[in-house]
């Protein structure tokens, strides 16, 4: 009778000691996993938040910085940045009916001479490129001005002399007479420069001094022709910064504050889109104009279009079309100026160019700049196709006299 008591009671204490161990298990569980949920956060250093922040901030937040690249490029340049001012005076022509006898006997002699003056003023930008005082800006800037007068960012007013101009690549040297310690720009290298590079254009537009605008490089190599500009020889650095009236012949600087080019021309329908003379190219007419005051520029005298043979077929499938034209890549004659190398080596309109000293051409451009490398009085063998025939010409280059 004893044994069924001590069984039970033995189950009983079985089964407290197993709650118990259950218990203790549990409770040491708990207390390995709370421990690491219940720790603080860790601190988090300095450089941990700098990197913290490194790793939230934009792609545009991280190229500029904390500080503006724009801020310390025009600390570099801009005081070298000057404004230019220019006068100059005309004199009303006379209207051809007051020339007549009966006109001039009734309101007198003295009445041509009573034609009131007028004083013509303009404004442009340009940059300090040596301390000696040489100012670089745009021949169109200071042409056929009567007085120019060059205004420093620190408030001097010096007068300034034009010692050259070439308008061919719209180009100016104006000197002023400020002792030797002033500022100078620092001159980079248009080579090297590449499509979506920073560009920054310093100058005084529509007569607001000190203007700084930012955009980027949006091309290279934009020719005069297509830019509309036919009486140059230039090939553009095209950017979106704002260039207005006032900003020719300031610099186009890159991020590092050097100066890429010189903003020049803006086309009035493009909304925003502006041009500027590659720097390199500057520099050597800079240095021709500093040493003889113009730039002798070899050409052929003819106008031309580029053709392909779409073009060329095109024109050859209207009846209306006075000629027919060789299907080929090439550039057609349009016309040929009297007096002309090309005329006395007898270039006709309706040729079209194929070589030069033996190089292929297939665009008015690139002739225009085989030309232009040329040297004056440099002979050039000239292939040329005209109807169903080849012909080989021989073209000496000359000066060219005017650029209109």
Not at 52 to 71: C, K, M, N, Y
Request: overall charge neutral; cysteine-free; proline content about 5%.
């Amino acid at each position: 009778m004893r044994f069924p008591k001590t069984s039970r009671s033995l189950r009983q204490l079985s089964t407290h000691v197993l709650a118990i161990a259950l218990g203790v298990v549990l409770a040491v569980s708990t207390l390995q996993v709370l421990p690491s949920q219940a720790e603080p956060a860790p601190t988090i250093t300095a450089l941990d938040t700098s990197n913290l922040i490194a790793q939230r901030q934009s792609p545009a937040t991280a190229a500029i910085g904390t500080t503006s690249f724009v801020t310390a490029a025009v600390n570099r340049v801009g005081s070298a940045v000057v404004r230019i001012d220019t006068e100059r005076t005309i004199t009303r022509r006379v209207d051809p009916f007051m020339e007549d006898p009966f006109f001039r006997r009734f309101f007198g002699d003295g009445f041509s001479q009573q034609m009131p003056s007028e004083q013509l003023r303009g404004l442009g930008s340009g940059f300090i490129i040596d301390k000696s005082g040489l100012v670089l800006t745009n021949a169109h800037v200071v042409d056929k001005a009567d007085k120019v007068t060059v205004r420093l960012k620190d408030g001097r007013t010096f007068e300034g002399k034009v010692q050259g101009i070439d308008e061919v690549t719209d180009l100016a040297v104006v000197k002023i007479n400020a002792g030797n310690d002033l500022p100078v720009a620092p001159l980079g290298s248009s080579t090297n420069v590449q499509v979506g590079d920073w560009a920054i254009a310093v100058g005084n537009p529509l007569g607001f001094d000190n203007t700084v605008t930012l955009g980027i490089v949006s091309t290279l190599k934009r020719s005069s022709a297509q830019v509309g500009i036919s009486d140059k020889r230039l090939d553009f650095i095209q950017t979106d910064a704002a260039i207005n009236p006032g900003n020719s012949g300031g610099p186009l600087l890159n991020g590092q504050g050097e100066v890429i080019g010189i903003n020049t021309a803006i086309r009035p329908d493009a909304m925003g889109i502006g041009f500027a003379i590659p720097i390199d190219k500057a520099k050597a007419i800079a240095a021709q104009l500093q040493r003889d005051g113009k730039v002798a520029h070899p050409y052929l005298g003819v106008q031309m279009l580029t053709l392909t043979p779409d073009l060329a077929k095109q024109n050859n499938t209207d009846p209306n079309s006075p000629i027919q034209i060789p299907e080929i890549n090439g550039v057609f004659v349009m016309r040929v100026v009297p007096n002309s190398p090309a005329a006395s080596a007898g270039i006709r309109r309706g040729d079209v160019i194929l070589q030069v000293d033996g190089k292929a051409i297939t665009s008015a451009e690139q002739l225009q700049n085989v030309v232009e490398d040329s040297r004056l009085g440099q002979v050039l063998q000239v292939k040329v196709q005209r109807g169903n025939k080849t012909e080989q010409l021989s073209i000496r280059t000359a000066e060219l006299q005017n650029a209109s």
